[in-house]
T-cell receptor, first 113, second 113 residues
Framework: AQSVTQLDSHVSVSEGTPVLLRCNYSSSYSPSLFWYVQHPNKGLQLLLKYTSAATLVKGINGFEAEFKKSETSFHLTKPSAHMSDAAEYFCVVSRGSSYKLIFGSGTRLLVRP | EAQVTQNPRYLITVTGKKLTVTCSQNMNHEYMSWYRQDPGLGLRQIYYSMNVEVTDKGDVPEGYKVSRKEKRNFPLILESPSPNQTSLYFC????????????FGSGTRLTVV
C-alpha cells in the first residue's frame, strides 16, 4: 500500500530564510511524487514532480525537492522564503503511471516579515 | 487556456435535497477524478474515471454518484446530501499516464445544513 506522511502540520519561517517541508512516503512500487501548493481560497497548483528521472527536481518559484530512496523521503526546500510563499503544501504519491493520487495531510507554511 | 472548470464555487443546501456539481476540462484528458478536502485529512478520492463510460470508486464514495457520458465532463451527484458531506470538493484531470501532473479545478465549497 502507498502512503505519504508530512512530518509537520505547521512551519513558520522569517522572510529571506530557508524553507524545509518534510515528506516521507511508503510505496511498494516505483513511485511518482509531487508537491502541490494551495493558496487561501484557491485550487491546487503543481510545484514539481519526480517520475524516476533526476533525483533533484526543480520546480516553480524557486522550490526544489530531492528524492532519497534510502530514506524514503521527498523533502521540499527553498533557499529564501518570500511572503507570497505562505500557503498550504501537499506532498503526493502515485504508483508509477498510476491514475491514483495519495495526499499527505498538508503543511501550512507561515512566513513572518 | 487549459483548465478544469467547476461550478458552482460555493453552495449551501439543505439535507436531502439532490444536487450536482459540474466539472469540465478542455485538455482532452482521459482521466478525471473527484476529491474532497477536510481539515487535517488532506484530499481523499471520491470517484475516478479512466475514460467515457468507465468509472470506479475511490476511497470515500459513500453518498456520491458520478457519470462520464462525454470525455470533457464529469459531474458529481449527491442524491441525498447530509451534513457530513460539508466539505471542499476538487475535480482533477490528467492524461492517462499521470506523469505530467494533474490539473485541478478551483474547488466547490459545499455546506449542507
Amino acid at each position: 500500500a502507498q502512503s505519504v506522511t508530512q512530518l509537520d502540520s505547521h512551519v513558520s519561517v522569517s522572510e529571506g530564510t530557508p524553507v524545509l517541508l518534510r515528506c516521507n512516503y511508503s510505496s511498494s512500487y516505483s513511485p511518482s511524487l509531487f508537491w502541490y501548493v494551495q493558496h487561501p481560497n484557491k485550487g491546487l497548483q503543481l510545484l514539481l514532480k519526480y517520475t524516476s528521472a533526476a533525483t533533484l527536481v526543480k520546480g516553480i518559484n524557486g522550490f526544489e525537492a530531492e528524492f532519497k530512496k534510502s530514506e524514503t523521503s521527498f523533502h521540499l526546500t527553498k533557499p529564501s522564503a518570500h511572503m507570497s510563499d505562505a500557503a498550504e503544501y501537499f506532498c503526493v504519491v502515485s504508483r508509477g503511471s498510476s491514475y491514483k493520487l495519495i495526499f499527505g495531510s498538508g503543511t501550512r507554511l507561515l512566513v513572518r516579515p | 487556456e487549459a483548465q478544469v472548470t467547476q461550478n458552482p464555487r460555493y453552495l449551501i443546501t439543505v439535507t436531502g435535497k439532490k444536487l450536482t456539481v459540474t466539472c469540465s476540462q478542455n485538455m482532452n484528458h482521459e482521466y478525471m477524478s473527484w476529491y474532497r478536502q477536510d481539515p487535517g485529512l488532506g484530499l481523499r478520492q471520491i470517484y475516478y474515471s479512466m475514460n467515457v463510460e468507465v468509472t470506479d470508486k475511490g476511497d470515500v464514495p459513500e453518498g456520491y454518484k458520478v457519470s462520464r457520458k462525454e470525455k470533457r465532463n464529469f459531474p458529481l451527484i449527491l442524491e441525498s446530501p447530509s451534513p457530513n458531506q460539508t466539505s471542499l470538493y476538487f475535480c482533477a484531470s490528467s492524461s492517462v499516464t499521470g506523469g505530467y501532473g494533474y490539473t485541478f479545478g478551483s474547488g466547490t465549497r459545499l455546506t449542507v445544513v
